[in-house]
């Protein structure tokens, strides 16, 4: 499996790898995507198989929910490491939360107003991970080169742009690829920009720690202007050619809807890496295996204050009234759930020394998940159930499933190989080549806004 982007490790090839070798990867990759697209046309757009509406019940969301708790918790190991959030435990969480937004969008358990809440969180915790993984390898490696660049991206935004043109989606119909690559831009930009502030440029002198929490302060401030002037964000991504990027059905609103609703969950998550590498620096955690993250009266505290605070959003997410004000709030307060989480699963020493390997296999391929299910899991863009055994519910859902999920594992590993051979390590080479795509996408844009017009 190639490793989470998220995580900050690249992949390290063996040895190098012949030109011919090279070269028969890429046609081999490239073969294998050509087939698994035209099954995703056939499925949603070839109208060939019959698709059916969803219909909401108790039972269609939290039965298969129990079922994947308990086969989640079956399936554990022990970690190689025990520091918190470590490589196991962030695959882990992706994996379960995945598939728990797979089965609230199967089920079609929007309508039920506190399961909506708390996959809204889900999706924030994501954004959080995203927040707390890059910031961590820019504090800590200080590699702001395009490579690094250049592969987040093409990993990110590979499957969705080659979707966008088999199956004539506009970018923003995938908001969360969009959502990501924003947010992967930003924390590049926070900590790329004059000055670039490292752990070692830190521990040299500690006044760059104080012109670190500027940049943030800074940053926290543009979030909250924008979210304050809907205005203002929609005529700054209705800019072409940006906007081709953002607008869907003619304007940005969803996309400021996407933005809005977790708006701050990036910035809690480098707010949350920083204080936890400067904790760690400073040798304040336990991280050994089997101690509590701190002394145990701290740790006893905290894990109290924690349950207290998960619990309480859960009571408050489950006795909301009104989508529209839940929405309002939940940019600000579902941080606390969020924390709530990570300290339950970090402070006790057991439980920072497992993890389960059913969740993690899945979290490897989160990305591809949230992505293909659109076509081949559901349907009639992803407003119904794709159905290729008609009449039988229940073996119909098990084989999509079976195919889905295959298809999900082998595009990772077309997007991993296509990336060691797409983005080039030296310069220049890769200078050259995201120039010829930029003038291609950049001519192909033109065309398509002279033809609209």
Not at 27 to 49: P, T
Not at 97 to 123: E, K
Not at 419 to 443: N, T
């Amino acid at each position: 499996m190639c490793t989470d982007i998220e995580s900050g490790e690249e992949k390290k090839p063996a040895t190098a790898t012949p030109a011919a070798s090279t070269l028969e990867v890429a046609l081999f990759s490239f073969c294998k995507l050509g087939l698994i697209m035209a099954y995703f046309y056939f499925c949603d757009r070839a109208n060939l198989y019959m698709k059916e509406n969803k219909f909401y019940t108790h039972s269609s969301f939290f039965i298969p929910i129990i079922y994947i708790l308990v086969l989640g918790v079956f399936y554990n190991e022990s970690t190689k490491e025990t520091k918190l959030l470590n490589r196991e435990q962030t695959d882990e969480w992706k994996g379960w939360m995945q598939l728990v937004i797979l089965i609230y969008h199967i089920s079609g358990a929007s309508s039920f107003l506190p399961v909506y809440m708390h996959v809204r969180v889900l999706v924030a915790a994501y954004l959080f991970q995203t927040g707390y993984g890059h910031f961590s390898y820019f504090w800590l490696k200080g590699d702001f080169g395009l490579y690094r660049v250049a592969q987040v991206l093409f990993r990110l935004n590979f499957l969705v742009v080659v979707l966008c043109i088999v199956m004539d989606r506009p970018y923003q119909f995938y908001y969360f690829v969009p959502l990501v690559t924003f947010w992967f831009m930003v924390i590049y930009a926070s900590m790329a920009l004059w000055p670039q502030i490292t752990q070692k440029k830190a521990n040299a002198n500690y006044l760059w720690h104080v012109g670190l929490m500027l940049k943030l302060g800074f940053l926290l401030l543009c979030i909250y202007f924008l979210s304050c002037s809907q205005g203002s964000f929609e005529n700054i991504f209705s800019l072409w050619p940006i906007s081709k990027l953002f607008d869907l059905n003619g304007n940005v609103y969803e996309w400021w809807f996407r933005w809005s609703l977790d708006r701050y969950a990036v910035f809690y998550g480098m707010l949350f890496a920083f204080a936890y590498l400067a904790l760690q620096k400073q040798q304040v955690l336990h991280e050994g295996k089997g101690e509590p993250l701190f002394s145990t009266r701290v740790s006893n505290v905290l894990l109290f204050v924690s349950v207290v605070s998960f619990l309480t959003y859960s009571i408050w997410a489950s006795s909301c009234k009104n989508k529209s004000d839940c929405n309002a709030m939940h940019p600000s307060v579902s941080v606390v759930q969020i924390l709530a989480f990570v300290l339950i699963r970090n402070i006790p020493g057991y439980a920072r020394s497992v993890y389960s390997s059913f969740f993690a296999w899945f979290g490897k391929i989160s990305l591809e998940l949230f992505i293909c299910q659109y076509h081949i899991w559901l349907a009639a863009d992803t407003k119904g159930i794709l159905v290729l055994i008609p009449g039988n519910p229940v073996l119909n859902i098990i084989i999509s499933t079976f195919i889905f999920v295959c298809a999900a594992h082998e595009i990772s590993h077309i997007t991993n190989d296509l990336a060691q051979i797409c983005v080039p390590k030296d310069s220049s080479a890769l200078f050259k080549r995201l120039l010829c795509i930029s003038a291609f996408f950049f001519s192909y844009s033109c065309f398509y806004h002279q033809y609209n017009i």
